[in-house]
């Protein structure tokens, strides 16, 4: 189930306000950790299973570790390397087994079959949620939960499961005992989940949609300009669609009265590839930077040792992304693009006008977005090349279509991909017509409906069976 | 400061209890809707509720079934369709789900790109049939609306450039008899529905016109026609979602001579006309031509000239035949989606000077067709 969905707007999401706010406070980690374990179990329900078993480990060796932490330093690096292990097996096995047994198989080592299993959903962002909770303790950066059902609730909760913002269980220790869900925090999060709604349903669907049509022309239609239109609409959808969902968490979790981190800051208005990936994905990033880059020394032990770090993170950023060489070869690009910027490119850049910085981070990001969205290699060149030249023209009658009928999209996109549409939309309560704000809300909803029910539209042409 | 501080509390409630409202009204209201099993503007039976089995919950696909059920279902569904669509016009796009919104209320569906290699592919497939029975075909690919009323399309409306396919294909068939109609087709005002796909009586008799030229090399009868519905609203009008569109006519097309004809279909069910009036009582009225899409058809007609014609085609032939059946004693139909056996056992041996051999199909079906190679 996903929160740009009819079962998810009309029927669990308003069951669970319902029954979230009649039970009392007491009552609601329960009541959160068994609607989100529904909420996982809904795709494959047998996977609860694994949820369950990751939510009992994490929490037993929490306590272990808790309990060992200043007594027996030993005994508590052992209970953490164990729960560490058993966390990136389950990571492991499910996402990445058939990814190596494909690439062994290439190589003509035959030992191992891939096995189809479908990817329990959320699986890279709650294991590290999951991890960063024994490995804070241990650092006694946070304590041991007491109650299995609270950190149960902290794991599974479903305004994040599916697509982040990775919440480290230090963050949020303190919400699960005691936290407010009041008016004021609720209308924040009404706010932020409809602009996330919107996101992800009125623009990213949208731009998806025109960078799948680009996609599907033939060669005697393709055109440099339509190339770059089109990577220019992934780029939309991707952001949107990410960061609409991040919004959508953070919003749900308003309602419910928790308080998540950001995960983005208009990354598209970033002036350096290091500046884009302080405002892309933040918490994942924080999670690399805290968990992987600096206990594997950090800038700490002389450049060469930084250098073969910063690859190391980015290897794995990659790779996290997805078991594909196309994601691997993504993390690498941005990391060597950031090991040239902090070796020499970031203080020219500071030097440069600011259009300059923003058109050549966007190129790429534009380039990099290109490898992200086609896992066939063969596709990555095909498309590269399209942008840079090898098209049957420079423009064409299909670039002009794709130009006035999105015109509007294009524009809108662009625009909220800054702050602009934010403060205007606080400008709003300031205003003197009090009903702009609601009025506002009400329509985008009835919009981002309209868009939904749409896309379940599905007319037969020819007859009927 | 007070004052403004109570304004804003007020505002932050409005905003809150229209959201609670907005999904649990909807939520509320859904529930007790009254449920349809069919969609007329979708022409589909809509997705019954899914098993409830422990089965098909835990391991088979209740999850997304139970989506589907939701989202057939949904409240007001048509009317959130139109507004969606009507959301993108007012956004200044030019075409929605594949439709281009055109003036003069047509609505043309997009021919934006093309498999050259499947096209290839169906030449081949024509060739080798040609060649197995020694036998030229007459090939009348029609243009689609995209190419026929492209002077009603929205400016930058891209498609395929029809003109140059239809040469290339022409070219590759040289050998065949290729009836390119093209230019005809530009001569009359409207050859197309507004609301569906198909050509119209306009367009059929056009191209009727032109195989007597070129195939029959005779005479074209003469035909007139009864207005027999104002309420066919066609394929993309459905698929458009631009339900604000007006609805087309049907005409019977009824010929200056009327000769008795006889159809018989796969099943054995037996006609005395080419129009089927009760299907102009339902959403795909295009039906009432030929019965709509069927394996196998055959029409006997009281021109005892002794010709007969085979016509292999998609439903674009459908609003031809009582043009062309006219011309022929016997006519025997073939839709490859549907007929799985030899059609070459149809050419009967003695008769080959006095058959003729048509395909017909819709431009761009042509082009997407996986169906052409089970031609035999």
Redesign the interface.
């Known amino acids: ?1 996903v929160f740009s ?3 998810f ?3 669990y ?2 069951a669970v ?2 029954v979230y706010f009649l039970v009392p406070f007491r009552f609601r980690n329960l009541v959160l950790l068994v609607v989100s374990l529904f909420f996982y179990g ?2 494959e ?2 996977y609860i299973l694994v949820m369950i078993f990751s939510i009992l480990f994490n929490w037993v060796f929490g306590r272990l570790i808790g309990q060992y932490r200043d007594s027996d330093r030993k005994k508590a690096q052992t209970c953490l390397a164990i729960c560490i292990a058993l966390n990136l097996l389950l990571l492991g096995f499910f996402k990445y087994f058939d990814f190596l047994a494909d690439n062994l198989n290439a190589l003509g080592i035959m030992f191992l079959k891939p096995l189809h299993l479908g990817l329990p959903i959320g699986i890279s962002f709650y294991t590290f949620q999951a991890m960063s909770y024994p490995i804070d303790i241990y650092r006694h950066d946070t304590n041991p939960q007491p109650s299995p059902v609270s950190f149960g609730a902290y794991v599974t909760m479903f305004p994040q499961l599916i697509a982040g913002p990775i919440v480290r269980y230090r963050d949020i220790a303190d919400m699960l005992e005691n936290r407010r869900e009041t ?2 925090k ?2 924040e999060g ?2 932020r989940f ?1 602009t996330g709604l919107a996101k992800k349903v009125l623009l990213a669907n949208s731009a998806g949609l025109v960078f799948d ?1 680009v996609n ?3 060669f ?2 393709s055109s440099v300009l339509t190339a770059w239109l089109g990577i220019i609409f992934y780029a939309f959808q991707i952001y949107f669609d990410f960061s609409g969902y991040s919004d959508m968490a953070i919003g749900l979790g308003k309602m419910l009265g928790f308080d998540f981190l950001e995960n983005f800051n208009y990354p598209y208005t970033a002036r350096s590839i290091t500046d884009f990936w302080r405002r892309w994905h933040m918490s994942l990033s924080t999670w690399f930077r805290d968990y992987v880059y600096i206990p594997l020394g950090g800038n700490r032990r002389g450049l060469a040792r930084q250098l073969i770090n910063i690859m190391i993170v980015w290897l794995l950023t990659g790779f996290w992304h997805g078991a594909s060489w196309n994601f691997v070869l993504w993390g690498v690009l941005y990391g060597a693009v950031l090991i040239i910027e902090k070796l020499f490119l970031l203080k020219q850049l500071e030097k440069a006008p600011g259009w300059l910085c923003h058109v050549y981070t966007m190129i790429i990001v534009l380039i990099a977005w290109v490898l992200f969205a086609f896992t066939d290699f063969s596709d990555v060149l095909n498309y590269l090349g399209m942008m840079f030249g090898h098209a049957s023209a420079f423009a ?3 670039t ?2 794709f ?7 294009l524009i809108i996109c662009a625009l909220a991909c800054t702050p602009v549409a934010k403060s205007r939309f606080n400008f709003l ?1 300031d205003r003197s017509f ?2 702009a ?2 009025l506002l ?2 329509l985008v ?3 981002c ?6 896309a ?10 | 400061m007070k004052k403004t501080d109570q304004k804003q509390k007020q505002i932050r409630m409005v905003v809150t209890g229209v959201f609670c409202l907005f999904i649990f009204a909807l939520s509320v209201a859904n529930l007790f809707a009254p449920k349809k099993d069919f969609s007329e503007n979708e022409n589909r039976m809509l997705s019954p509720f899914p098993s409830l089995s422990a089965r098909n919950i835990l391991l088979g696909d209740f999850d997304t079934e139970f989506e589907t059920w939701f989202a057939d279902h949904f409240i007001g569904r048509d009317d959130w369709i139109m507004r969606k669509a009507s959301l993108r016009t007012d956004f200044g796009a030019i075409d929605n789900n594949g439709v281009w919104l055109c003036r003069d209320h047509r609505l043309v569906s997009q021919f934006l790109t093309c498999d050259y290699e499947n096209v290839e592919k169906n030449i081949s497939y024509l060739q080798e049939f040609s060649e197995e029975n020694d036998m030229t075909l007459n090939i009348l690919l029609v243009p689609t609306a995209a190419y026929g009323e492209k002077k009603y399309l929205p400016l930058a409306a891209a498609n395929v450039d029809e003109k140059a396919l239809l040469e290339r294909i022409g070219e590759s068939l040289g050998n065949q008899n290729f009836i390119d109609i093209s230019d005809d087709l530009l001569s009359v005002n409207d050859a197309y529905f507004r609301t569906d796909h198909h050509w119209n009586e306009k367009g059929a008799l056009i191209a009727y016109q032109v195989i007597c030229k070129e195939v029959l090399g005779r005479k074209p009868e003469n035909f007139t026609y009864e207005d027999v519905s104002d309420s066919f609203r066609g394929s993309m009008y459905s698929r458009s979602g631009a339900f604000w569109t007006p609805a087309d006519s049907i005409y019977r097309i009824i010929p200056e001579y009327d000769i008795p004809v006889t159809v018989t279909f796969e099943d054995g069910r037996v006609m005395d006309t080419m129009f089927v009036d009760e299907h102009l009582q339902e959403k795909d009225q295009y039906t009432y031509y030929l019965d709509g899409n069927h394996g196998y058809v055959n029409i006997k007609t009281g021109n005892a000239n002794g010709r007969k014609a085979i016509v292999v085609k998609d439903s674009f032939a459908h609003i031809l035949l009582p043009y062309l059946a006219q011309e022929y004693e016997e006519v025997e139909v073939f839709d490859l989606r549907y007929y799985t056996e030899s059609i070459s056992e149809h050419i009967d041996e003695e008769n080959r000077e006095k058959t003729d051999i048509y395909v017909i199909y819709g431009l761009d079906t042509f082009c997407s067709d996986n169906y052409l190679s089970i031609f035999w």
């Open positions: 189930m969905s009819l079962t707007l009309f029927a999401l308003p306000l319902a809904w795709g329900p047998v008016v004021d609720f209308y009404v706010i409809v049509t599907s022309l033939s005697e239609q064409n009658i299909y002009l279509y130009l006035r009928s999105h015109l509007a999209l309560k009090a009903l704000q609601p809300v009400l909803l009835a919009a409906t309209a868009f939904i029910v749409d379940s539209y599905n007319p037969f042409l020819y007859f009927r069976f």
